[in-house]
């Protein structure tokens, strides 16, 4: 009796932690909206940089990388990375914006930025779900963890049974 009680309390925290899915989303994609933002500005002020000394952004990535000194070669390299990250973070914020309530979560999952989401995971903010996406998820959680744990709990009853029935044999 006191284990079902465990395993239904149990169940309950994990529908709870499993409902913040839909939050934690959230919180990424606003993460994901301000990294975009200064990827952006920072490759426009390249730009323009670029563009004062006569040249769009390849050719100043291409000059910074053909100087002789090992640092200004270094900052070549940091902006073509910039602009290869703005590109892939761009396109999962399209992701996120094209994506219904579950999608975000196909979505996280599937384009997933370890930077952006160790920064979300940092400053996390649990929030009560009140929308379908989070009663869904946490009613999944619930279930997931309810019917596992009480697979686990119950199986060595289970084989104590079988063992009194002679289905199984005691070995040797």
């Given at each position: 009796?006191?284990?079902?009680?465990?395993?239904?309390?149990?169940?309950?925290?994990?529908?709870?932690?499993?409902?913040?899915l839909p939050?934690?989303?959230?919180?990424?994609?606003?993460?994901?909206?301000?990294?975009?933002?200064?990827?952006?500005?920072?490759?426009?002020d390249f730009?323009?940089?670029?563009?004062?000394?006569?040249?769009?952004?390849?050719?100043?990535?291409?000059?910074?990388?053909?100087?002789?000194?090992?640092?200004?070669?270094?900052?070549?390299?940091?902006?073509?990375?910039?602009?290869?990250?703005?590109?892939?973070?761009?396109?999962?914020?399209?992701?996120?914006?094209?994506?219904?309530?579950?999608?975000?979560?196909?979505?996280?999952?599937?384009?997933?930025?370890?930077?952006?989401?160790?920064?979300?995971?940092?400053?996390?903010?649990?929030?009560?779900?009140?929308?379908?996406?989070?009663?869904?998820?946490?009613?999944?959680?619930?279930?997931?963890?309810?019917?596992?744990?009480?697979?686990?709990?119950?199986?060595?009853?289970?084989?104590?049974?079988?063992?009194?029935?002679?289905?199984?044999?005691?070995?040797?």
């Amino acid at each position: 009796m006191i284990l079902r009680r465990i395993v239904f309390v149990l169940a309950m925290m994990f529908g709870a932690v499993t409902s913040q899915l839909p939050e934690y989303a959230q919180q990424y994609r606003q993460r994901l909206g301000g990294a975009v933002d200064e990827l952006q500005r920072m490759l426009a002020d390249f730009d323009r940089d670029a563009g004062a000394s006569n040249m769009d952004r390849e050719q100043g990535i291409a000059r910074l990388r053909a100087d002789p000194d090992p640092f200004v070669q270094q900052r070549g390299v940091r902006v073509s990375e910039a602009e290869v990250r703005a590109t892939r973070l761009e396109a999962q914020l399209q992701d996120f914006s094209r994506a219904g309530s579950f999608g975000r979560l196909t979505s996280l999952a599937h384009n997933f930025d370890f930077g952006v989401a160790q920064r979300a995971y940092e400053t996390f903010e649990p929030a009560v779900p009140l929308t379908v996406e989070g009663g869904v998820t946490a009613a999944v959680g619930f279930l997931a963890a309810l019917l596992s744990l009480r697979f686990v709990t119950g199986l060595p009853a289970r084989v104590r049974r079988r063992r009194a029935r002679g289905r199984i044999s005691h070995p040797a």
